[in-house]
């Protein structure tokens, strides 16, 4: 199994500029997530989703959008994208019950200039 | 929003010694997890704690559950270089219709030979 794989793993935007971000899952996982991490920071949620077309905002969802059209994908969409927006992304899944543990993606850095 | 915070946020140590991380907040948590992340990776999970006053115990790793599940430690005992990482508490809040975990900024262990 590959888990939760993330493309790509490395753009740079101009400001302005729009990308989505690709999220998989194969372990049939129903929650996923979209968290990023600044230095000094820790990872902030962006936005999740609790199964196929259900998704709901997290802590900082401002310039972002996501959609869940099936259980094994989450992609997550900038718009406009601005320097603030420069971080790494992580794609996250878990499974239903809790306390349960995230599986993470390996991470998408993102620079806007 | 609940806080978790994490100290120290650097640790710079020799192979060998002992150390111990610390993860408080003043909101009350149902558990709290522990990952580690390597560069370039996303994190992975190291433990779960849910009962209040939880010791657990993985290798030369001790996790303990505060009391009054307000805060937590790790202890590491003997340290070594693969030790070396960012370790990463998270704290589980319940809602309605979703887990979502609050993450701390993080400890970056270096821990040379």
């Known amino acids: 199994n590959a888990g939760v794989t993330q493309t790509p793993k490395f753009r740079i935007l101009k400001i302005g500029q729009s990308m989505t971000l690709q999220c998989t899952q194969d372990?049939?996982?129903?929650?996923m997530y979209w968290y990023r991490q600044d230095p000094g920071m820790g990872l902030k949620l962006i936005y999740y989703?609790?199964?196929?077309?259900?998704?709901d905002k997290g802590e900082v969802p401002n310039g972002y959008n996501v959609s869940r059209s099936t259980t094994e994908d989450f992609p997550l969409r900038l718009e406009l994208a601005a320097p603030s927006q420069t971080s790494v992304y992580f794609c996250?899944?878990?499974?239903?019950?809790?306390?349960?543990?995230?599986?993470f993606g390996e991470g998408s850095r993102l620079t806007v200039l | 929003t609940q806080l978790l915070e994490q100290s120290p946020q650097f640790l710079s140590i020799q192979e060998g010694e002992n150390l111990t991380v610390y993860c408080n907040s003043s909101?009350?948590?149902?558990?709290l997890q522990w990952y580690r992340q390597e560069p370039g990776e996303g994190p992975v999970l190291l433990v779960t704690v849910v009962t209040g006053g939880e010791v657990k115990k993985l290798k030369r790793l001790t996790f303990q559950f505060g009391d009054a599940r307000k805060d937590s430690s790790l202890h590491i005992t003997a340290a070594q270089p693969g030790d070396t990482g960012l370790y990463l508490c998270?704290?589980?809040?319940?809602?309605?219709?979703?887990?979502?975990?609050?993450f701390g900024s993080g400890t970056q262990l270096t821990v040379l030979p």
């Open positions: 372990m049939n996982h129903n929650y």
């Open positions: 996250a899944s878990s499974y239903v019950q809790t306390p349960g543990e995230l599986f």
């Open positions: 909101s009350v948590f149902s558990s």
């Open positions: 998270a704290g589980e809040k319940s809602l309605p219709a979703a887990r979502q975990l609050t």
């Open positions: 989703s609790v199964g196929a077309g259900i998704t």
